[in-house]
């Protein structure tokens, strides 16, 4: 079991459904990810949040929006998603942003009918 | 040309060999290597970090990081059927922010 915790772990929504992915760690870490990873490809990064403040977004569509509540919380509010965007999102943390080692959780698979 | 190259496979050994997983990179700035495992459906998994050029070694994994070739290396002894997984490598830089730049992963297979 991953110390990063996702859910759920499978999604299948349409095109027009408001859904959100959820994420929590208790490794008291700073810095919390979200990447996206297709079939066969290395994880891509979205989102990079550090002391709950978003610090990079990758050029990510509006129709992803992250939210960070607090330090252990990270949100991936989805809506008017497309069947491309159909992939395993995936949570990643570490101490802080920098030089420091990432922990993933196991992911959300989406998929968009 | 991608700033990290890593053969996708299938590498396929028999259990008990020992396993090398490479990769190579073009960008010298890179200070912090490291490798993941991912097992099908499921998220990567930390199993190396190492900075700067040396060797270091946890259990039957051992880490390889030569700066002069641009050439990272894992090695797997006395492989089992549950090393079977996607083999990611990743590194950073910090003049870009330490963000993971990966490799495309390797397959590995351990057959009985």
């Known amino acids: 079991d991953t110390e990063v915790t996702q859910t759920p772990k499978h999604l299948v929504m349409g095109m027009t459904n408001k859904k959100s992915l959820k994420c929590e760690q208790h490794m008291g870490h700073r810095a919390m990810y979200w990447y996206k990873q297709k079939a066969k490809k290395p994880p891509e990064l979205m989102f990079v949040?550090?002391?709950?403040?978003?610090?990079i977004n990758e050029s990510v569509p509006s129709r992803f929006s992250p939210e960070c509540p607090n330090s252990s919380l990270l949100n991936l509010h989805l809506h008017a998603l497309q069947p491309e965007d159909s992939a395993l999102y995936l949570c990643?943390?570490?101490?802080?942003?920098?030089?420091?080692?990432?922990?993933f959780g196991d992911g959300t698979r989406l998929s968009i009918l | 040309q991608k700033e990290v190259e890593q053969d996708p496979g299938p590498l396929s050994v028999p259990e008990g060999a020992i396993v090398s997983l490479n990769c190579t990179y073009s960008?010298?700035?890179?200070?912090?290597f490291m490798w993941y495992r991912q097992y099908s459906r499921k998220g990567p998994e930390l199993l190396m970090y190492?900075?700067s050029s040396g060797n270091k070694e946890d259990g039957r994994f051992t880490a390889q990081v030569d700066k002069s070739s641009k050439y990272i290396s894992l090695f797997i002894r006395d492989s089992q059927p549950s090393d079977s997984a996607t083999y990611l490598c990743?590194?950073?830089?910090?003049?870009?922010?330490?963000?993971?730049?990966w490799g495309a992963g390797t397959k590995l297979i351990i057959k009985p």
């Open positions: 990643a943390s570490s101490q802080k942003t920098g030089a420091e080692a990432q922990h």
């Open positions: 960008n010298s700035a890179f200070q912090y």
């Open positions: 990743a590194m950073s830089a910090m003049d870009s922010n330490y963000q993971l730049i």
């Open positions: 949040y550090s002391y709950e403040k978003l610090s």
């Open positions: 190492t900075y």
